[in-house]
């Protein structure tokens, strides 16, 4: 019977949820993860709770409950980005952008992130039932504006092949919808769920992308490469998006050894998130100083190809902005000055017409510093 059981679910099944089903590990404070797990869920599997090396190490951190998570300020918010609220017409759908959807399929995923934005309902919710879902779809089918649809959770490949299936088939059979997007994190916690049983559903419903979510380098195993490979081969351009997070990755050297280690694997780098106001999180916050100089870092020393947008999603659903160096020192109808990864500054003409004098001092990449 066993030997029918495919790997991933085996995994599931490793069912690490209470501290004492953690292996031995130095400076595991079992109290301390039974006491935070009543409010925030707790679970891992045998895979992802492998990559520990030691007490506090990156991926612990991510998985393993700390006391700090119940110690907010109390400015922290459970929705930080406004995703219950006024953007979301029907349940289980968030319609703030005009042209995408944000589609909550799940909410349960392979491993509790401790510093997940949807912590308020990760783990804490069965699967929609499907009267929800088709509620789901009628307001997609009204909506002729809506043309990219992100399946999230929770996480999407947890569902099973045909169920999941069952979901890409009604969202094809709307005509107005182009693309579809899968958000998931199993690449990473779990990468054998990508057999190729799944891949060979997830191809017959292109254009379909997936975003995945790596966090430090450690992550980037030989199974976690073929999963992503089955994906990219399966057809399915596949990006990242990282969370900065203290303690984790708020670091230039990590970043650009996962940046550049994500392309190796065909991965492209779309976004990196400041974390959120997520209540329960706050221990994982940095200063947004921080990703800036991660980024100037980034920009200045690796292929743009491997370099993710900096994105701050503002609370009250004022929605993903991105943040970045400040490259432009000034700009008026003449000229914008900008200044590069290593603080030097140039002078570029900002117009178009070609009757301007152009001192030609100014073109040969002269530094503006030196004339002014
Ligand atoms: C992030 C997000 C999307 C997708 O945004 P992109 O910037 O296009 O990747 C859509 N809806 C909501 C509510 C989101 O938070
Ligand atoms: S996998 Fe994603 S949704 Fe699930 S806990 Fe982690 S960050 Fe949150």
Redo the contacts with the bound molecule.
């Keep these: 019977m066993s030997s029918t059981v495919p790997e991933w679910k085996s995994l599931m099944r490793s069912n690490i949820r209470r501290g004492s089903d953690l292996p031995d590990l130095d400076g595991l404070k079992q109290d301390e993860i039974d006491n935070v797990r009543k409010l925030y869920p707790f679970f891992s599997n045998a895979y992802y709770t492998s990559l520990i090396r030691e007490e506090g190490d990156p991926i612990w951190q991510q998985i393993i409950p700390s006391e700090q998570e119940l110690n907010d300020p109390t400015y922290y918010m459970e929705d930080a ?1 406004g ?1 219950d609220g006024d ?1 979301s017409p029907v349940k289980h759908l ?1 319609h ?2 005009p042209d ?3 589609f909550t399929v799940t909410y349960t995923c392979a491993i509790y992130c401790r510093f997940c934005t949807r912590k308020r309902k990760v783990g804490k919710n069965p699967v929609p039932p499907w009267n929800e879902m088709q509620d789901v779809f009628s307001y997609l089918r009204e909506h002729t504006e809506i043309r ?1 649809v ?1 399946l999230s959770g929770g996480d999407p490949l947890l569902l099973e092949d045909n169920y999941l299936e069952r979901i890409l088939n009604e969202l094809r059979s709307i005509p107005h919808i182009e693309v579809l997007r899968i958000g998931t994190k199993l690449p990473c916690v779990l990468p054998q769920r990508v057999t190729e049983g799944l891949t060979d559903v997830l191809k017959r419903y292109h254009p379909l992308f997936v975003n995945t979510h790596f966090n430090h380098p450690r992550e980037l195993t030989e199974e976690a490469s073929v999963a992503c490979g089955r994906l990219i081969d399966a057809g399915i351009p596949v990006g990242c998006q990282t969370v900065l997070l203290k303690g984790v990755n708020d670091d230039p050297e990590i970043m650009k050894e996962l940046m550049l280690g994500l392309l190796k694997m065909r991965v492209k780098p779309y976004y990196l998130y400041q974390a959120d106001l997520v209540k329960g999180t706050h221990h994982f916050r940095t200063d947004v100083s921080t990703g800036l100089q991660i980024m100037n870092y980034l920009q200045g020393n690796i292929s743009g190809f491997a370099v993710p947008m900096y994105v701050i ?1 503002a609370p009250g659903g004022g929605g ?1 902005m991105t943040v970045g160096p400040n490259r432009m020192v000034s700009v008026d109808d003449e000229w914008i000055v900008l200044r590069n990864y290593e603080g030097k500054e140039f002078r570029y003409p900002a117009s178009g017409s070609h009757d301007a004098e152009i001192p030609s001092e100014y073109l040969t990449g002269t530094i503006l510093a030196d004339y002014l």
Aim: no cysteine; aromatic share 8%.
């Design positions: 980005v995703e953007d968030t703030r952008y995408r959807v944000l990219d992100l999603d993903k």
